[in-house]
T-cell receptor
Framework: QKEVEQDPGPLSVPEGAIVSLNCTYSNSAFQYFMWYRQYSRKGPELLMYTYSSGNKEDGRFTAQVDKSSKYISLFIRDSQPSDSATYLCAANDYKLSFGAGTTVTVRA | EADIYQTPRYLVIGTGKKITLECSQTMGHDKMYWYQQDPGMELHLIHYSYGVNSTEKGDLSSESTVSRIRTEHFPLTLESARPSHTSQYLC????????????FGSGTRLTVV
């Protein structure tokens, strides 16, 4: 079983919609949770990270972690075509474990 | 500007050739990683290093080898390239605390013909 599971999608939404991305994880030792964004033919870039349970907001992006259910979420409000990318969740103990990535397309 | 650099960006090479993919970072990070990623697929960790003269194999078995003679440099070598090695190779680094996240290079897209 993979330590971080993520639905690969793809996910297609109209411009302005809320994008909801989710992951589950199995390792109770994970403390830090991250979201990466990867554009086509580029390396992933760190979008947000959270520590333990709770919410973190950065502009149009909100990351949530629920350690009781081992659930990680990312919400993108007022989505834009420039948000079209693959989004990877990740969690760490001594090294990062990545989800498979969800490909998101925001239609203009 | 502190960053992580990978060269070449694209490489097309014949079967049986020896190749070295370069990765250098200017952030002073101790930890460095190599990932393999096929188009539209997930990242697979193939090698990592926690410091000079320290290298470990990752979760995905790979015929490639790595070396870490200098903190900033983490090259990956394939002694004899095969078409099955065709993939994108991503290098990353992180600081003392993994919470700061990994910084990825732009990747090398390797095609073996």
């Amino acid at each position: 079983q993979k330590e971080v599971e993520q639905d690969p999608g793809p996910l297609s939404v109209p411009e302005g919609a809320i994008v909801s991305l989710n992951c589950t994880y199995s390792n109770s030792a994970f403390q830090y949770f991250m979201w990466y964004r990867q554009y086509s033919r580029k390396g992933p870039e760190l979008l947000m990270y959270t520590y333990s349970s709770g919410n973190k907001e950065d502009g149009r992006f909100t990351a949530q972690v629920d350690k009781s259910s081992k659930y990680i979420s990312l919400f993108i409000r007022d989505s834009q075509p420039s948000d079209s990318a693959t989004y990877l969740c990740a969690a760490n103990d001594y090294k990062l474990s990545f989800g498979a990535g969800t490909t998101v397309t925001v239609r203009a | 500007e502190a960053d992580i650099y990978q060269t070449p960006r694209y490489l097309v090479i014949g079967t049986g050739k020896k190749i070295t993919l370069e990765c250098s970072q200017t952030m002073g990070h101790d930890k460095m990683y190599w990932y393999q990623q096929d188009p539209g697929m997930e990242l697979h960790l193939i090698h990592y290093s926690y410091g000079v003269n320290s290298t470990e194999k990752g979760d995905l078995s790979s015929e490639s080898t790595v070396s870490r003679i200098r903190t900033e440099h983490f090259p990956l070598t394939l002694e004899s390239a095969r078409p099955s090695h065709t993939s994108q190779y991503l290098c990353a680094s992180s600081g003392v605390k993994t919470v700061s996240g990994y910084t990825f290079g732009s990747g090398t897209r390797l095609t073996v013909v």
